[in-house]
């Protein structure tokens, strides 16, 4: 999805919005086909090898139906987040997280996937105000990522 596009749908009014509020509604994303803007306001972490990923994401410690379990409540261990959407015939969720001083809201998309070393996965997170995140996304895709682990060796 080009930036033009992703924001044409998300007014300005969100930002004064809480959770999912003022946002439009969540398709689901297509890693293979996924269009990241030019903008340096995203992170996309995937498994070792997947082209265009920002971050190599090691296979997970659980088959994809614990992954999935796993991963449908991970939102909940992260303050100011809400789920926005699921699709549970794809492993994906996506979910809105504000930020803490201006309320601006940015989108988290996962999606675990069966592969040859167990589970794989998928975090892009993205803003949708503003060009320049000052290394956000990355870091919460990083400490998704983190959290889904850990959470997995908990089991």
């Known amino acids: 999805m080009g930036r033009r596009a992703m924001l ?3 007014p300005f009014s969100a930002m004064f919005r809480s959770g999912a509020g003022g946002l439009p ?3 689901p ?3 293979a086909t996924l269009e990241r803007p030019s903008s340096p306001n995203t992170c996309l972490g995937a498994p070792p090898g ?24 991970l939102g909940d261990r992260f ?8 699709w549970p015939e794809r492993h994906q969720a996506h979910w809105v997280v504000r930020s803490a001083l201006l309320n601006f809201p940015d989108i988290v998309v996962a999606e675990v996937t069966a592969g040859p070393a167990g589970s794989g996965l998928f975090l892009y997170s993205r ?3 503003g060009y320049s ?10 400490a998704w990522a983190a959290a889904l682990d850990a959470a997995l060796r908990q089991r």
């Open 8 to 10: 044409a749908g998300v």
């Open 25 to 27: 509604p969540a398709d």
């Open 29 to 31: 994303v297509d890693f």
């Open 50 to 73: 997947f082209p265009r990923a920002d971050l190599a994401l090691p296979p997970l410690p659980a088959d994809i139906a614990g992954a999935w379990a796993a991963l449908r409540s």
């Open 79 to 86: 303050p100011r987040t809400t789920k926005l959407a699921e």
């Open 127 to 129: 803003s949708l105000f």
């Open 133 to 142: 995140d000052f290394g956000v996304n990355r870091r919460r895709v990083e």
